[in-house]
């Protein structure tokens, strides 16, 4: 009798939403390549003025990871919902695209939720 083979479980695909201090999306090509990513204010429809708390509402209505600089979004985050990746305000878009693009690299969306993040440059 021939075996069949099993496909690996899929590994679904991250989605993201860029708080407002960031560059559009489309300055991330690499990141937007591997992840479903929009900004808060150009894709999101929020004003470049919102607070933390309307972003983090936003991003679970949406199911969306928030990407930030900010750690004050840490206080939001729940248990289930959508989590943060805190990243150094300090660094250029092509930074920051190689980093989180690097660091998401075989990563399941499924176990960031409820989690706020740091990642730093190595």
């Known amino acids: 009798m021939q075996q069949l083979k099993k496909n690996p479980p899929k590994t679904r695909k991250f989605r993201f939403i860029l708080d407002a201090a960031f560059a559009k999306s489309n300055q991330f090509p690499k990141l937007k390549k591997k992840v479903n990513l929009i900004h808060?204010?150009?894709e999101g429809g929020l004003s470049p003025q919102s607070s933390d708390k309307d972003i983090y509402q936003l991003a679970?209505?949406?199911n969306r990871f928030?990407?930030?600089?900010?750690?004050d979004f840490k206080e939001f985050v729940r248990r289930g919902k959508p989590g943060i990746l805190i990243i150094p305000p300090y660094l250029g878009n092509?930074?920051?695209d190689a980093m989180v693009t690097s660091y998401l690299s075989g990563?399941?969306?499924?176990?960031?939720l409820g989690k706020a993040i740091?990642?730093?440059t190595a």
């Open 107 to 112: 990563k399941n969306p499924v176990d960031f």
């Open 118 to 120: 740091k990642i730093n």
């Open 94 to 96: 092509d930074a920051i």
């Open 66 to 71: 928030v990407i930030t600089h900010d750690d």
């Open 40 to 42: 808060v204010v150009h």
């Open 60 to 62: 679970v209505k949406l």
